[in-house]
Nanobody, 122 residues
Framework: QVQLVESGGGLVQPGGSLRLSCAAS????????MGWYRQIPGERRELVAA???????NYVDSVKGRFTISRDNAKNTVYLQMDSLKPEDTAVYYC????????????????WGQGTQVTVSS
């Protein structure tokens, strides 16, 4: 089993920044791809960004140029740097991981974190 633990959420004003972290532990040998999803109550969980072990990435259009996903393979940790935050970025953000990158991009991977709340409000 793999455990994913997110941190870094909180309340921030519009235009501000936050950095989310997700640390993987347990049977992590099979983890090659990691990503971030977000969900607003009553809506589907959507991909924000994903990163493969070779650091190739995918982003949803609405965050391109504002968010940056990165990873530290030695620490088994993925980060999401969020800049120029907007109220519409408010959501619960979930870490997602799997050995298959396409599965992470499609939200069909094996492992999910518990989520961390991000609120953008003045």
């Amino acid at each position: 089993q793999v455990q994913l633990v997110e941190s870094g959420g909180g309340l921030v004003q519009p235009g501000g920044s936050l950095r989310l972290s997700c640390a993987a532990s347990g049977s992590i040998d099979g983890i090659y791809a990691m990503g971030w999803y977000r969900q607003i109550p009553g809506e589907r969980r959507e991909l924000v960004a994903a990163i493969a072990r070779d650091r190739s990435t995918n982003y949803v259009d609405s965050v391109k140029g504002r968010f940056t996903i990165s990873r530290d393979n030695a620490k088994n940790t993925v980060y999401l740097q969020m800049d120029s935050l907007k109220p519409e970025d408010t959501a619960v953000y979930y870490c997602h991981a799997d050995k298959n990158y396409i599965h992470v991009v499609l939200g069909r991977g094996n492992y999910w974190g518990q989520g961390t709340q991000v609120t953008v409000s003045s």
